[in-house]
């Protein structure tokens, strides 16, 4: 009866994984493209960094997940007739932030995302070394999706996301359906399963992880 129980939690956590990343876009990922150049008529907006947000969510292919946020560090992106010509955006990685745990298990969990113990320097983003990540804009889908470069732990990939672009009163939002990146793509490597044979299927972590921004700024 024990091992029934435990088939069946193993299952359904299978199953919820399953789900949640049909509910998110998988992106496109291709290698680094040459990024966008703005028209002269193209008006700039500068990054907002106060009221962006940039949410984060990774888990465990068995059971357990962690989420939070991290900080747009600056940006800026020119805008012609609501179409985004070209744009960077630089995030802050010391500004990982776990907003699902307290105390003892927050801070581990930030050291580790953040490297700062050296023994698990390289594991995720190892901000000692690679203290921002970017985003450049390659092109667009106009109404559904921006391309650009993302950058990470120096490693560039062209990623494409799902977003929304609004203008108004001198303010530009663009805002992000939720999307996954497959992080073995810039080399983060930790405990995946595609990349180990040897990790307990327990410590076994996605290698996907989900992202979602809403980003504003001023004209």
């Known amino acids: 009866m024990k091992k029934l129980l435990m088939n069946i939690f193993v299952v359904a956590a299978?199953?919820?994984?399953?789900?949640?990343?049909?509910?998110?876009?998988k992106t496109t990922t291709t290698d680094a493209k040459e990024t966008a150049?703005?028209?002269a008529e193209a008006v700039a907006y500068k990054v907002s960094t106060d009221n962006s947000t940039l949410k984060w969510e990774g888990a465990k292919v068995i059971g357990g997940?962690?989420?939070?946020?991290?900080?747009?560090?600056?940006?800026?992106?020119?805008?012609k007739e609501g179409v985004i010509e070209s744009g960077k955006v630089v995030i802050d990685m010391n500004s990982i932030n776990a907003t699902d745990v307290e105390g003892e298990e927050k801070e581990m969990l930030e050291?580790?995302?953040k490297g700062t113990n050296d023994k698990q320097k390289s594991d995720f983003f190892d901000v000692k070394d690679f203290p921002t990540a970017t985003f450049e804009v390659t092109g667009h889908e106009k109404g559904k999706a921006l391309k650009g470069n993302l950058t990470l732990k120096?490693?560039?990939?062209?990623i494409k996301?799902?977003?929304?672009?609004?203008?108004e009163n001198g303010m530009l939002t663009l805002v992000s359906e939720p999307f996954t990146i497959d992080r073995t793509d810039w080399k983060i490597n930790f405990n995946s399963g595609s990349v180990f044979k040897d990790v307990a299927k327990d410590r076994v972590i996605s290698d996907n992880f989900t992202l979602q921004f809403t980003v504003k700024a001023k004209k």
Not at 65 to 77: D, Q
Not at 154 to 158: A, E, H, L, S, V
Not at 161 to 167: A, I
């Open 14 to 25: 299978l199953a919820a994984t399953t789900v949640a990343c049909k509910n998110d876009k």
């Open 37 to 39: 150049k703005p028209t």
């Open 65 to 79: 997940k962690h989420f939070g946020t991290v900080n747009l560090k600056e940006g800026v992106f020119s805008v």
């Open 111 to 113: 050291g580790h995302l």
């Open 154 to 158: 120096g490693i560039t990939n062209n």
């Open 161 to 167: 996301v799902p977003v929304k672009v609004s203008e």
